[in-house]
């Protein structure tokens, strides 16, 4: 059974930072493709950030130069840093993973999600 479990958000002022951790299990996750997507409420969930088994990053370009993606395939763990937080970073941030094989895509699978809240 395949498990995503998200931890590190909370409340932040405008400007502070934050680092959201994802531990997997149940995949080999050295082989998956590893992602931040995130929810505003009534708006449709938007990719943050991507690491592909590869190694190869892509960023949602309002958060790029402010936000880190990163993993650790010895742990199964993804993390998010996160910096310069501004209000419209609040939502619920989702990790998920996926990988193609030769019989199509595999997942994605996705996390509970972590609450990140921006507020003075």
């Known amino acids: 059974q395949v498990q995503l479990v998200e931890s590190g958000g909370g409340l932040v002022q405008p400007g502070g930072s934050l680092t959201l951790s994802c531990v997997a299990s149940g995949i080999t996750f050295r082989d998956f493709d590893?992602?931040?997507s995130r929810r505003v409420p009534g708006k449709?969930?938007?990719l943050v950030a991507d690491i592909e088994a590869t190694g190869m990053i892509t960023y949602r370009d309002s958060v790029k130069g402010r936000f880190t993606i990163s993993r650790d395939n010895a742990a199964?763990?993804?993390?998010l840093q996160m910096n310069s937080l501004t209000p419209e970073d609040t939502a619920?941030?989702?990790?998920?993973?996926s990988r193609w094989?030769?019989?199509?895509l595999l997942g994605p699978y996705?996390?509970?999600?972590?609450?990140v809240t921006v507020s003075s």
């Open 34 to 36: 590893m992602g931040w």
């Open 44 to 46: 449709e969930r938007e």
């Open 76 to 79: 199964n763990m993804v993390y």
């Open 92 to 97: 619920v941030y989702y990790c998920n993973a």
């Open 101 to 104: 094989t030769t019989r199509g």
């Open 110 to 115: 996705w996390g509970q999600g972590s609450q």
